[in-house]
């Protein structure tokens, strides 16, 4: 039976439904112990919602690979600059990235998980996996676990390490001080590529996944050895990582590892997407139309190496219209290990957050997503064929 929540927040005239279909997510799933939505349209917030004991609109957890997404923004943001090109080879930035064979991989290419570089034969501690830099050095001379360009395969643990050497090569910069000066401080996010230790009293651990019984059989039923899968989730030679208490760790929080650190709010996650779609708090868009299009368009769809799932990668971001058909065509955004789900829609012109406490099953973005990111859409869509309001870029 439903049991009762007390869901905080506000929603705008015509996202009703959006409230509705949060209530009732929270009622039927008993194990989930806090959740946060947000939700802007065209640059305005309307859905700003939460629930879970001790668990505020303004509270921070671990939103994992969401991380991929703020990394990701800043090279799209060099991309658009000039600074980069997705057509040139990543050796050409980073020449001891040719060692192995990768000599031809473009930066496009690593971008859309394709180089093969998932992770290395013996592993990685769980403090390398916390600095980029590290695994920079390490992944450099990797030869590819396939020809680079013939397939994807995710990059879990590894592709902000390695993206971020190509920005650091040619800025001098890492991607997390580009995020903070360029993108976190002036618009005042909510969310975090290195956590200082000024907000940790608004951190909120992560809790291991709560499986059903039916789960149970399934999460028993481990990997076989030789699965690529091993390699790229840090599961071989010595090194077995759990996030959950990886994020947890103060060091992980701090450092801010671009492909799987991130630490925020619902707030921080959908102010990204605003601010990168259609501008926020009165500041244009980050994006071009043009940008936007180059980097939330799919560039491989085919069964991933890694995940062993039909997937769908565009440039740096997950295309999402794949997982959440409702989104429409050029939603890009990317999931994270505890269910945290960001995107943005042009359609609609809508920049979604969601952020929970508790890790999802199987991984990536919790189930729930289908059905509020749809009730988001109804909702938007609604909203954009009132008289006199101009559709979504």
Known sequence: ???????????DDGFQEVLEEFTAVLEQDTTEPGSQLVVHVDGRRVVDLWAGEGFEGDGLTGLFSIAKGIAHTVVALLVQDGVLDLERTVASYWPQFAAGGKEAVTLRQLMAHEAGVIGVAEGFTDEQLADDRVLAAKLAGQTPFWTPGTASGYHGLVIGALTGEVVRRVTGRSIQEWYEERIRAPYDLDLYLGLPEAEEHRWHPVRPLAPTPDQEELISARPTPGQLVLVAMNRVGQASTDLVPWINERRTRALGPASAGAVGSARGVAGLYAAVLTGLDGRPPLFTPETVAVFGTPQRRGTDLVT????????GYEAMGLMFPALGPGAFGHGGAAGAL?????????????TRRRMAFPGGPAPENGRLSAAVMRAAARLSSEPGRAPGR
């Open 308 to 315: 062993g799932v039909v997937d769908q990668f565009a440039v």
């Open 342 to 354: 960001s995107f943005a829609a042009p359609s609609h012109g809508v920049a979604y957050g969601y």
């Open 1 to 11: 039976m439903a049991q009762p929540v007390s869901v905080q927040g506000t929603v």
